[in-house]
């Protein structure tokens, strides 16, 4: 069974400071992630698409495909207090797209 | 370009009650996917559209439905309605099925009392 697993719980960073999530994937020839931000109340929006081993930087993420050791990783630099958000990974599940449960992210100011 | 438009954006029915969401993906994309989220739960998968036909399900009763019109337009609907259906209700829109990006309307939150 193809999944992502996201198994992080809260994350507190103070303002400017990175902030680090991670998600794991089970399904090796897994080519496609995706990194989705939710603020409270609100729909998924979709902030980063990768698709190849590697780093992808767009402003201050930063998402990282590491195949070897099937994990997918996202970076946020110099946290702001509006990067206060649940973020979810996402990528192929059996038959379509598997969601992890979400890192709920808190940036103090 | 328009994005995904779900309607209504709030409901309050009663227990045994049906109700009927609709979603319009984004404009050329084929494949709608509904998800169904409660506070604090993540998503939570319900079924998957692709040309008219549902290509995926997840692990709902009989009382969770949906179909999708030649337009790609989709509507769910949830017979028989219980306390536990509260929740939002979220449809995504991808030009394929599987490996692509997915875009979420603004959500359907149903109350349920």
């Known amino acids: 069974q193809k999944e992502v697993e996201q198994n992080s719980g809260p994350l507190s960073v103070p303002e400017g400071a990175i902030a680090s999530l991670n998600c794991t994937y089970s399904d090796r020839v897994s080519q496609s992630f995706f990194w989705y931000r939710q603020y409270s109340g609100k729909s998924p929006e979709l902030i980063m698409s990768i698709y190849s081993n590697g780093d992808k930087e767009d402003g201050r993420f930063t998402a990282q495909l590491n195949k070897a050791s099937q994990y997918v990783s996202l970076l946020i630099r110099d946290s702001q207090p509006s990067d206060s958000a649940t973020y979810l990974c996402?990528?192929?599940?059996?038959?379509?797209?598997?969601f992890g449960a979400g890192t709920t992210v808190t940036v103090r100011a | 370009k328009a994005g995904v438009t779900q309607t209504p954006r709030y409901l309050i029915k009663t227990r045994g009650q049906q109700v009927t969401l609709s979603c319009s993906p984004i404009s050329g994309h084929r494949s709608v996917s509904w998800y169904q989220q409660t506070p604090g739960q993540g998503l939570q998968f319900l079924f998957e559209y692709f040309s008219e036909t549902q290509r995926n399900k997840g692990n709902f009763p009989g009382r969770f439905s949906g179909r999708q019109f030649s337009n790609s337009r989709s509507e769910m609907n949830v017979s028989t309605l219980e306390l536990g259906d509260s929740a939002l209700y979220l449809c995504?829109?991808?030009?394929?099925?599987?490996?692509?990006?997915?875009?979420f309307g603004q959500g359907t939150r149903l109350t349920v009392v």
């Open positions: 996402a990528g192929p599940g059996d038959y379509k797209l598997s």
């Open positions: 995504a829109s991808s030009s394929h099925l599987l490996n692509t990006e997915a875009f």
